[in-house]
């Protein structure tokens, strides 16, 4: 008797059913594999996560503003099959508060601010250039570069975001991403696949990024030594968690080398489309984890 085909659902938010362009090269390269792979809307009551043997988290952008309902999500599917990444990296990565974790690790990271909902505002940043984020954020929505002169929008901005019921991050704006960019590094299965460059993405005086992502500028990158060095001391804490299939490092350029300004573990875009190869590599990284 021949083993039975596997069954792998790639996770997505219910604005993209079908994936994005980069998931459907998964989605082809895992049926190539002999894989029986799915797209499927996280948030879907009807889903049945248990008939799959393998649950794969990759374009739910969605979780952002109900993360609670999202790591939920996650749990109830970690409990009944398998879930990549896993429910403990999923927690890590969802909150950006991880920065300060990677920092007393002594990882070079963007200068991070913490604000708790009811903490009061800090002033400290206020007279320098500066970025106003959620904690928990993706796609760069509700994020705002703010000037030396912005004081009043800055607060307003943050008061908004705490009324919500939303921790607040605040760093000084990098200004070496307005020429240079910002490089991500994709590792698949642990190892370095690619890297790419993205363009700078906030604008002074612009509001915040409305529907799932921001617009993204993309290149092909040759990553430094110096960029891949900072990646693999991220991934060195985030191998405490487990084995990832997949994860990204995005990295910001300063005059005293690059700081870590994300470590994306749960839904990044692993720009499979810019790297021939690597959306066969991440397949064999799934069909590895379902053995
Ligand atoms: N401190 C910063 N300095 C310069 N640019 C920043 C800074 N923080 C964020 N950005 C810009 O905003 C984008 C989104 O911020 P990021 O921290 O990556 O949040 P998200 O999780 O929403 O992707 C980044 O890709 C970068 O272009
Ligand atoms: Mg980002």
């Given at each position: 008797?021949?083993?039975?085909?596997?069954?792998?659902?790639?996770?997505?938010?219910?604005?993209?059913?079908?994936?994005?362009?980069?998931?459907?090269?998964?989605?082809?390269?895992?049926?190539?594999?002999?894989?029986?792979?799915?797209?499927?809307?996280?948030?879907?009551?009807?889903?049945?996560?248990?008939?799959?043997?393998?649950?794969?988290?990759?374009?739910?952008?969605?979780?952002?503003?109900?993360?609670a309902e999202f790591l939920d999500w996650a749990a109830r599917v970690a409990s009944l099959t398998r879930l990549q990444n896993s429910l403990a990296h999923l927690r890590w990565t969802t909150d950006k508060?991880?920065?300060?974790?990677?920092?007393?690790?002594?990882?070079?990271?963007?200068?991070?601010?913490?604000?708790?909902?009811?903490?009061?505002?800090?002033?400290?940043?206020?007279?320098?250039?500066?970025?106003?984020?959620?904690?928990?954020?993706?796609?760069?929505?509700?994020?705002?570069?703010?000037?030396?002169?912005?004081?009043?929008?800055?607060?307003?901005?943050?008061?908004?975001?705490?009324?919500?019921?939303?921790?607040?991050?605040?760093?000084?704006?990098?200004?070496e991403v307005d020429t240079a960019g910002e490089t991500a590094v994709v590792l698949l299965g642990g190892e370095v696949s690619h890297a790419i460059r993205k363009g700078p993405l906030l604008q002074r005086?612009?509001?915040?990024?409305?529907?799932?992502?921001?617009?993204?500028?993309?290149?092909?990158?040759?990553?430094?030594?110096?960029?891949?060095?900072?990646?693999?001391?991220?991934?060195?804490?985030?191998?405490?968690?487990?084995?990832?299939?997949?994860?990204?490092?995005?990295?910001?350029?300063?005059?005293?080398?690059?700081?870590?300004?994300?470590?994306?573990?749960?839904?990044?875009?692993?720009?499979?489309?810019?790297?021939?190869?690597?959306?066969?590599?991440?397949?064999?990284?799934?069909?590895?984890?379902?053995?």
């Open positions: 008797m021949s083993a039975p085909t596997p069954r792998v659902a790639l996770a997505t938010a219910g604005e993209v059913p079908d994936l994005d362009d980069e998931g459907r090269l998964l989605l082809a390269a895992l049926r190539e594999r002999g894989v029986d792979a799915h797209p499927a809307v996280w948030d879907d009551e009807a889903e049945d996560w248990a008939a799959y043997d393998l649950v794969v988290v990759r374009s739910t952008w969605d979780y952002a503003e109900r993360v508060h991880y920065l300060d974790e990677l920092a007393a690790a002594g990882v070079p990271v963007v200068p991070s601010l913490f604000l708790a909902p009811d903490d009061a505002p800090d002033h400290r940043w206020l007279e320098v250039e500066h970025v106003v984020k959620p904690a928990v954020s993706a796609g760069s929505r509700s994020t705002i570069r703010l000037g030396d002169d912005d004081a009043q929008r800055s607060l307003a901005h943050v008061r908004s975001l705490q009324a919500q019921g939303r921790s607040v991050l605040v760093q000084p704006y990098l200004p005086g612009a509001g915040p990024v409305d529907g799932l992502f921001a617009e993204e500028e993309i290149s092909a990158r040759e990553p430094s030594a110096e960029e891949l060095r900072v990646a693999a001391r991220a991934m060195e804490v985030v191998a405490g968690l487990g084995p990832t299939a997949y994860a990204r490092v995005d990295l910001l350029p300063t005059p005293d080398g690059p700081l870590v300004l994300e470590v994306e573990l749960a839904e990044p875009s692993l720009f499979l489309d810019t790297a021939p190869g690597s959306a066969d590599r991440l397949a064999d990284v799934v069909v590895a984890r379902l053995a």
